[in-house]
T-cell receptor, first 111, second 113 residues
Framework: RKEVEQDPGPFNVPEGATVAFNCTYS??????FFWYRQDCRKEPKLLMS???SGNEDGRFTAQLNRASQYISLLIRDSKLSDSATYLC????????????FGSGTQLTVLP | NAGVTQTPKFQVLKTGQSMTLQCAQD?????MSWYRQDPGMGLRLIHY???????DQGEVPNGYNVSRSTTEDFPLRLLSAAPSQTSVYFC????????????FGDGTRLSIL
């Protein structure tokens, strides 16, 4: 079983739609959680950190469920510019060795 | 504001050749890492450093060497290139690996023939 698993998609949604991605992690000692965005042939860039109480940044909402060991990302009112691959990143024990990336979920927002 | 700078952006090598991928950051970050990204596998950690003079192996270190003589620079050396090392390589830095995100360079696309 992979340490961090994501549905690879692709998710194809119309503009204005709401879309949600889930990511599961296997290490119950995981402490830090992030969502990164990666555009085609570009480097990953931080989208948002995920806090225990859940957090929101504009149209984006991140949730953490420690009991079930998953994090989620909700995108409301999708824009064409949201088309990208979304990477789930989990950090256990604050160590580089324990920073694990999911393989990403591809999103395409259609006009 | 340069951030993390990687060179070269593209490289083609023949099997058995050696080369060095350069990475420099100007943010005074202590932590630097090298990843490779292959289709369907996400980013995998090759080597990392928690400060000048200190390096350690990640998940896939075989065939690669690193050094960290200064805070700013963290070069990755391919000792004898193999086709299995064809990949996209990303260098990243972070002030803290706990709750701080990593800043990535824009990648080196490497093909080994």
């Amino acid at each position: 079983r992979k340490e961090v698993e994501q549905d690879p998609g692709p998710f194809n949604v119309p503009e204005g739609a709401t879309v949600a991605f889930n990511c599961t992690y296997s290490n119950s000692a995981s402490q830090s959680f992030f969502w990164y965005r990666q555009d085609c042939r570009k480097e990953p860039k931080l989208l948002m950190s995920v806090y225990s109480s859940g957090n929101e940044d504009g149209r984006f909402t991140a949730q953490l469920n420690r009991a079930s060991q998953y994090i989620s990302l909700l995108i409301r009112d999708s824009k064409l510019s949201d088309s990208a691959t979304y990477l789930c990143v989990v950090n256990s024990l604050g160590s580089a060795r324990q920073l694990t990336f999911g393989s990403g979920t591809q999103l395409t927002v259609l006009p | 504001n340069a951030g993390v700078t990687q060179t070269p952006k593209f490289q083609v090598l023949k099997t058995g050749q050696s080369m060095t991928l350069q990475c420099a950051q100007d943010m005074n970050h202590e932590y630097m890492s090298w990843y490779r990204q292959d289709p369907g596998m996400g980013l995998r950690l090759i080597h990392y450093s928690v400060g000048a003079g200190i390096t350690d192996q990640g998940e896939v270190p075989n065939g690669y060497n690193v050094s960290r003589s200064t805070t700013e620079d963290f070069p990755l050396r391919l000792l004898s290139a193999a086709p299995s090392q064809t990949s996209v390589y990303f260098c990243a830095s972070s002030p803290d690996l706990g709750n701080q995100p990593q800043h990535f360079g824009d990648g080196t696309r490497l093909s080994i023939l």
